[in-house]
Every structure is written in structure tokens, then in C-alpha cells.
């Protein structure tokens, strides 16, 4: 059974950092581009942030510039550092291959940004 377990998450001033984590399991890690995705309160969930298998990395507008995707195919693992946060990066934040997997979502971190 495949699992994803992001962690991370935290109330946090507008202009601070957070880096999130997600942890892997049941899955070929090292062959999935994967993807870190947001869902804010009465919102659709959207693709902010993808990392293919050799490292390249891709960008929504509107995080690009604060935002840096990692991985570490050793761990399993894809991680996403968020700079210069605001209050509209409040969301619930989720990690999810891009392609062929059809497992559960894992249960997200939350993000606030707050004064």
C-alpha cells in the first residue's frame, strides 16, 4: 500500500520560511516526478511546484521565485522550501506523484500565515 506523509506544516508570520517534507512509501520513488500541491479553504486543489526524476524543477507563477523543490531518492523523499511566505499561501499542502499512481493522497500539512 503505497503512502505519502507530509509534515512540516506551521503558523508562521508573513515573510517567514517553512520547509515541508514528504515521506514515501509503497512506491518506485526514484522513477516518479513529483509534485507539491495546495489547497486553500473553499478552493480547488492546485499543482504549485513539480520535480522531475533527474532534479528539474517547475514552478506555479505564483509561488515561483519563494519557493524551491528538492528530493532525496535515497529518503524516499521530496521536500519544498517556502520563502518570503504570505497570507495567501495559507493552504493545506500536499505531496503526490504526477503520473501513474492512482493511491490515496496523503493526509497534507497546514500551512498559516499569519500576523
Known amino acids: 500500500q503505497a503512502q505519502l506523509a507530509e509534515s512540516g506544516g506551521d503558523l508562521v508570520r508573513p515573510g517567514g520560511s517553512l520547509r515541508l517534507s514528504c515521506v514515501t512509501s509503497?512506491?518506485?520513488?526514484?522513477?516518479?516526478?513529483m509534485g507539491w500541491y495546495r489547497q486553500a479553504l473553499g478552493q480547488s486543489r492546485e499543482l504549485i511546484a513539480q520535480?522531475?526524476?533527474?532534479?528539474?524543477?517547475f514552478y506555479a507563477n505564483s509561488v515561483k521565485g519563494r519557493f524551491t523543490v528538492s528530493r532525496n531518492n535515497g529518503a524516499n523523499s521530496v521536500y519544498l522550501q517556502m520563502n518570503h511566505l504570505a497570507p495567501e499561501d495559507t493552504a493545506v499542502y500536499y505531496c503526490?506523484?504526477?503520473?501513474?499512481?492512482?493511491?490515496?493522497w496523503g493526509q497534507g500539512t497546514q500551512v498559516t500565515v499569519s500576523s
Open positions: 503526490r506523484p504526477l503520473n501513474s499512481y492512482s493511491g490515496p
Open positions: 509503497g512506491i518506485d520513488f526514484g522513477t516518479k516526478a
Open positions: 520535480i522531475g526524476t533527474t532534479g528539474n524543477s
